[in-house]
């Protein structure tokens, strides 16, 4: 730090001393009497703490603002608008999805072969599907997995109570890498969702029995809550394909 800007910071003291030195010097010239030094010096020494005071007032406001900034940040950083769901936390998280639900359930481009296993179908959609809060399932599917609904899956959501919640799919062609399902997670279409990212690392894939075709599952999941801008670029998708869908039918 220079002078000036160490003068400029402490202009009050300077003043005081440059003022009591003038002070002496024009006593010491018979220009000043004595009765007027002592007053004029606390007169200063008034001012520098008035300064002082002031200047503490505006550190502690500075310290608060910057405490609420902090609690602000650790509020966002707890909070978060999207956390990754490991392995080991799938089954768990996505049958709190299925319950936490309070209205319509989007399936978006999600892997069939999920379905074929007993314990993700128990865990993940049954539970979304018997669910009495869930008014309606709509699933948006690729065109290719039709065979493979009408045969494998709508026996086991025939097994449901709600079955008639879910409705046919829609049938179309998807280019997107993703998958996702989206509940409704309260009142104000407040919507939150899981999506899942085609290939690795997000994706699992092996080979089915007799090495006939290569199959993906969920590895990890992105979950978005209702206050990421996410949702709402994922309501377009699901709504442009569901349009699509039905055109081409």
Known sequence: MSYLELAKENFD????????????VLHAADLLPESYILPLILFLLSLHVLHELRAEIKHDEEVAVIHSRIRDIDTKIEAGEISLVNPGELLQHTREMALKNRGEIWWFNICINMFLS????????????ENKMTTRIIPVLK???????????LPKIGGCSGAEKVSEPIWTD?????????????????KEADISVWGEPFMAEYMSHGGEAKKSVPRYLIHVKSSSELIYRLKDIFDRYRHKGREHD
Do not use: C, H, T
Not at 143 to 153: I, P
């Open 143 to 153: 065109d290719g997995y039709r065979d493979l609904w009408d045969r494998e899956v």
């Open 13 to 24: 003291i300077i003043a005081v001393i440059a003022a009591s030195f003038l002070a002496l």
């Open 118 to 129: 007993d314990v993700v179908f128990e865990n993940v959609f049954k539970p979304a599907i």
């Open 174 to 190: 998807i280019d997107e890498n993703i998958a996702f399902i989206m509940i409704d997670a309260g009142a104000a279409g407040q």
